[in-house]
């Protein structure tokens, strides 16, 4: 269970600060939010503090920490062990994204997606977002990265 009045001061103090390093700033987050847990289970939450920075910093390089995007990250760096913390999980990540992005399928994927965002607006067709970040591409990798681990648990 969450201290939900916790985990706002958190995310709030989290969206204002600048976060140079923002791999340094998710291992942070996860540690803070791991005492903004009220049930017996507590630990360092970076997959919740990466889905936090994700989308409250859609212009930073950030990747989400996920079980099964995890495995696929592993599987494509040649991995079998799971990785140490989230700066390794994120250097897996942006290396698989810049070898996505050389893919013709991926970046077809991306404009199409972008061109979606673009015709039905809101914050997400922001130019900080489509066209001044990597953000789509981080999404699309995501998605992909998820469904390898899926496939690749089975």
Known sequence: TWDRDSVARQINEFCEAAA????????????????CITSAKRGRQISAA?????????????????????????????????????????????????????????????????AYLQKVGGPMAADSVIHESSYIERRLLDKLLFWEGKWLEK
């Open 20 to 35: 140079p390093d923002v791999s340094a700033a998710v291992s942070a987050l996860a540690n803070v939010l791991g005492d």
């Open 50 to 114: 990466s889905k936090i920075a994700f989308f409250s910093k859609p212009g930073r390089d950030v990747y989400i920490w996920d079980r099964l995007a995890k495995k696929s990250a592993a599987f494509r760096n040649c991995r079998s062990a799971a990785f140490a913390d989230y700066a390794a999980y994120s250097a897996a990540c942006s290396k698989a994204l810049d070898e996505e992005c050389r893919r013709e399928d991926f970046t077809a994927a991306v404009k199409k997606f972008r």
